[in-house]
DNA sequence: CGCTTGCTTCGAGTGCGCTCCAAGGCGCTG
DNA sequence: CAGCGCCTTGGAGCGCACTCGAAGCAAGCG
């Protein structure tokens, strides 16, 4: 959650974590699979998961096997986590990064998808404050601030 | 949706759709699980289902059988609509309207169970409004308006 | 060295919230 | 009175998004 928003402000930086000029690969930074479940609240078998899924591109792996995820992979992640966390469905989240994989012709197809999760996002808002309204009111009356109506509902 | 917002300017009247002399049964209002369930965007096998959970009392039925919603069933569903929109599980809808049947003495538990959902609801703004700022940029992004920064994430 | 902790695999299992089925009844319209 | 659509039931089934299990390998530490 924390870490989510740090993983944000990396926005800006975002050029020079996909410079990547293979000369100096151990210099990047190079997270487990613990510390980016840590970081990103998903739990490592989800990891696991949205990267057999193809949610995630085939992850680096250390000498022994074991993931090292790239700040890219973690960034996208980032990304992923909080589209999943506003409701998209996970096979939306897989069309966009296939359209992703695609490259540059797709760019417009990928809008259209973030205009409509947008939409949603929106209409999420809307739906929460005017839900929020009411529970105001039924806590104000059970506080005893508000006479009370008349039974459960 | 739009019947949704019509059934809770009924809080007002609340007071009113309760009383129940028990002498003029025919009068008032009695919807149709059809009505019911276009009016609250719940399909008529959720209504059902809703009922044989116990979310709803037993509804009353027709001479031949059939369901016929009071207005306080609506009202009622209004409200159960708005926790499962805003994402309260089922279980806690269920431990709600248990409490409100064993009357007054709950009404303290079911203040905080209102409570920790509104703490909920409110984060989950906070998420959305978050996610909504990301969305625009990369919308933006995608429109040609802002300098893009390398590929997909 | 042994111990602990964390990582690997992939298929099977889980929990939630519906969603559907089949077979039959009700009731309005033409 | 035929036809049509909406209603009834209990239980089974489904889709989604994880979540777990079991067996085994690897790294770090006193």
Do not use: N
Not at 6 to 17: A, D, N, P
Not at 88 to 117: C, F, I, W
Request: with cysteine.
């Amino acid at each position: 959650m924390t870490e989510l928003a740090s993983f944000e402000t990396e926005l800006r930086s975002c050029w020079e974590v996909f410079r990547d000029p293979a000369g100096t690969p151990d210099r990047r930074p190079r997270h487990t699979i613990g510390e980016v479940s840590e970081a990103s609240g998903l739990t490592a078998h989800t990891l696991r998961w949205y990267e057999r899924i193809g949610l995630l591109d085939p992850v680096d792996r250390s000498a022994s096997g074991q993931r090292r995820y790239s700040d890219g992979d973690l960034h996208r992640l980032a990304f992923l986590g909080r589209l999943r966390l506003t409701g998209m469905p996970v096979a939306d989240m897989l069309r966009y990064v296939e359209l992703a994989r695609q490259g540059e012709r797709t760019s417009a197809d990928r809008r259209d998808l973030l205009l409509a999760h947008r939409e949603a996002v929106r209409q999420q808002i809307a739906d929460l404050h005017a839900t929020l309204a009411v529970l105001d009111h039924k806590i104000d009356v059970y506080t005893g601030r508000l006479e009370r109506c008349a039974s459960s509902h």
